[in-house]
């Protein structure tokens, strides 16, 4: 099939889409219910309480509460919840000692509904297997909402000849079947899956205690002629009369209840960057690692659902969003690495390049140290130097020289340095450094066409071999939580990565 | 497409005012061809481009060309069913020779030459794409469309201001909407990607700067179902 044939056909489906509507089926699930009310009081209850004391058991609650839907599979195929309960309990029982009465309570009601789950299959098994029983394993696909819920459905459904896939995978390789189950409510995967739908029938199932029902649509839907809505149909699934009537404590929406991240910096109140510091957030990444993004130059990004060639591209800062997949190197950043790769290539003239920068370098920093920012800035100006605005970044051992070849010059007499050799050595490891960094970046892009896109998908993560010297390798890793809060880093340690464990109870 | 052909002056007078050593782009029965001017031999009629030496009766277009070249010669390119339904084919010599620099398109690079290449199609005949849009490539004497990475865009940014139409095709290229200031500007999304944000950032702009267009009656064009349009002007 050819790429016009190929479009042709999405453009059927999502007509067909748009004509038919989509189903929300929603299962009755007592214990499931019992256990998302003890959640919503643990969270409702611990808003007001210090945060690091509740951290890991409401991590760890809203964790299994997120598995429950996107992993609704039998117990024996579930080491997930498995182990989320085990670690919920475990949790709880630290805790239940050193807390109110009241807070005890909370936390028992919680460990022993979130026990009861281990007793028997969430009902949504049995609804989801029936339907494809019914409609036969060779006709539908089951869609999961995360690598975790791939891996977990795909253990379970395997021998019942059916394929599980996320929704990246679909979009990607297609699927010829005529009807996607959707594990889990729309909230939980991209608007894609129905504004550019794979099959010409698209259902989702998830327990009736889940609240949010909304329907997601392309970002131009509301305002764009032809905009694309989906009707839906709602069905309910199980008895009602004992059903999970959902409780509602006070504000809690199902923003408060999905998993989240947890932040190891405590916010801070908004200061001022210090000199060699830049405003960052934090940002927690697949493979338990986190990064500082500064606002600064763009930043390279995997699209695994392009073919090779198309997969890399330079995002802008704030277009960084979760799920994106980020490409970072090993140990220095892209600038770090440029920077001693064209050290390198300068062969003999190696040790003459770093002693004349390091002088022009120090000289300036202790120029700006002893007039004082203002009055250097100021007796620069009057010089003529146009740059001003960059002589921060000038400092920066890894920057080769300002851009202009005049101001260049006369910030050296400035320094009383001699023009030569500092001014030709500088320049060359410019220009060298543009060729090292083009060829780092010839050498992502071709580890990157070389990569197992499935895997990065299943797992989040994946680490890119080095090919040559010179290139220690680099991590292409989903974003997984932005950091609402901004904080001060030095400029080399933001873009490195870091091992932390804020994306526990995300994964 | 649309432009009417540019009219250029004959070739005999054409090559008299012109000054030794400028650019020039000719076309002939079989050739398009790009070279500096050497001169005119009107007694043997006989024009030099770049040292060799062609029959003036036999050049059907000849113009100079502003920026300088590098000499080079490129079969014919010859007008399809598409072309001929456009009425083009009639002024097709120097349409050929003095093309209109307006139109850019913006993208993954080998993709945009790959579909470049695909064809169009009415009844039988068929026609590819880069005839009628004549696409920049190293080896083309002749070309009216710029083809612009987007991945390198900021090293080309300002576009030259001949520029009338631009298409930006992706999320990558759509990041530069902005940062546009043709006549026309189409960015083309992909609803498949999971990442909306280039949508979210084409709505931003619209809320912040845009006045509103119908594209089915200002630009009276409807939407082909499945596809989501939206149409609004920016003050320059």
């Known amino acids: 099939m050819n790429r016009i044939d190929d479009a042709m056909k999405r453009y059927a489906l999502t007509q067909e889409i748009i004509e038919n509507g989509i189903e929300l089926v929603r299962v009755s699930d007592s214990p499931g219910a019992r256990f998302d009310s003890a959640v919503r009081k643990l969270v409702l209850h611990t808003q007001s309480e210090p945060p690091d004391y509740w951290m890991d058991l409401v991590g760890c609650a809203r964790a299994v509460r997120g598995r429950l839907i996107t992993q609704p599979q039998p117990i024996e195929f579930n080491p997930s919840i498995d182990s989320g309960v085990s670690d919920l309990i475990k949790e709880s029982s630290r805790l239940k000692h050193r807390v109110s009465h009241e807070s005890s309570q909370i936390i028992r009601e919680l460990a022993k509904s979130a026990e009861d789950l281990l007793s028997s299959a969430p009902p949504v098994s049995e609804i989801l297997l029936e339907s494809i029983r019914e409609l036969g394993p060779e006709k539908c696909v089951i869609v999961a909402a995360n690598s975790a819920a791939v891996a977990g459905l795909d253990r379970w459904l395997r021998k019942h000849g059916v394929s599980v896939a996320s929704v990246g995978q679909l979009q990607r390789d297609g699927m010829f079947v005529s009807q996607a189950y959707a594990v889990g409510p729309p909230r939980f995967f991209p608007s894609s899956l129905v504004t550019a739908p794979i099959t010409a029938a698209l259902t989702y199932l998830f327990p009736s205690w889940f609240t949010d029902r909304s329907i997601p649509s392309s970002a131009l839907a509301s305002h764009a002629e032809g905009g694309i809505q989906i009707r839906p149909r709602f069905y309910s699934v199980g008895d009602a009369s004992k059903s999970d009537e959902v409780i509602t404590y006070g504000a809690i929406s199902e923003a408060d209840l999905i998993p989240q991240p947890i932040w190891s910096t405590p916010p801070v109140t908004l200061k001022r960057a210090r000199p060699g510091e830049v405003a960052a957030r934090r940002v927690l990444l697949s493979g338990g690692y986190s990064m500082f993004l500064d606002d600064g130059d763009r930043i390279r990004a995997v699209d695994p659902t392009q073919q090779p060639g198309g997969r890399i591209s330079y995002t802008h800062v704030d277009s960084v969003k979760i799920d994106t997949y980020l490409l970072l190197r090993d140990g220095a950043t892209d600038r770090q690495a440029s920077y001693d790769a064209a050290l390198a290539l300068m062969g003999a003239r190696r040790d003459d390049v770093a002693s004349t920068q390091a002088e022009w370098k120090n000289k300036l920093q202790a120029r700006l140290n002893r007039l004082g920012e203002t009055r250097a800035l100021s007796q620069l100006a009057a010089l003529g130097l146009t740059t001003l605005d960059r002589v921060e970044a000038w400092i920066d051992p890894t920057l080769a020289r300002p851009k202009s070849d005049r101001d260049f010059a006369l910030l050296l007499e400035w320094l009383d340095i001699p023009l030569q050799p500092t001014f030709r050595l500088a320049t060359d490891l410019a220009r060298k450094r543009a060729r090292a960094s083009a060829n780092i970046a010839a050498q992502l892009e071709d580890a990157v066409d070389a990569m197992d896109v499935s895997v990065l998908e299943r797992d989040g993560h994946v680490r890119l071999a080095a090919k040559s010297t010179g290139f220690r390798g680099a991590l292409a890793t989903r974003v997984l939580a932005i950091s609402p809060n901004i904080e001060f880093v030095q400029r080399h340690e933001a873009r490195v990565l870091m091992q932390d464990r804020g994306a526990k109870w995300l994964e | ?236």
């Open chain 2, 1 to 236: 497409m649309a432009s009417p052909a540019p009219v250029l002056p004959p070739v005999r007078d054409v090559a008299l005012s012109l000054s030794v050593d400028t650019p020039v782009r000719a076309v002939t029965q079989s050739t398009v061809i790009t070279e500096n001017f050497r001169g005119v031999d009107l007694d043997r009629g006989r024009l030099n481009l770049g040292g060799y030496e062609w029959i003036l009766d036999k050049v059907d277009a000849l113009t100079p060309i502003p920026h300088p070249t590098t000499a080079l010669r490129q079969p014919i390119i010859r007008p399809g069913v598409i072309c001929q339904m456009a009425g083009m084919s009639s002024d097709w010599a120097a349409r050929l020779c003095s093309p209109p620099e307006d139109f850019a398109l913006i993208g993954t690079l080998s993709w945009l030459r790959e579909n470049t290449n695909v064809f169009l199609a009415r009844g039988s005949e068929r026609e590819p794409i880069s005839s009628i849009l004549l696409p920049t490539h190293p080896d083309a004497a002749t070309w009216s469309t710029r083809l612009y990475s987007a991945l390198k865009l900021d090293d080309d940014l300002p576009l030259p201001e001949s520029l009338q139409g631009v298409v930006l095709d992706g999320t990558t290229a759509a990041q530069y909407l902005a940062a546009i200031e043709t006549k026309v500007v189409i960015a083309i999304l992909d609803r498949s990607i999971a990442d909306q944000t280039a949508g979210e950032n084409v709505v931003q702009y619209y809320n912040s700067r845009g006045n509103p267009l119908s594209l089915k009656h200002d630009v009276r064009w409807t939407p082909t179902p499945g596809i989501e349009a939206l149409g609004f002007w920016i003050p320059l």
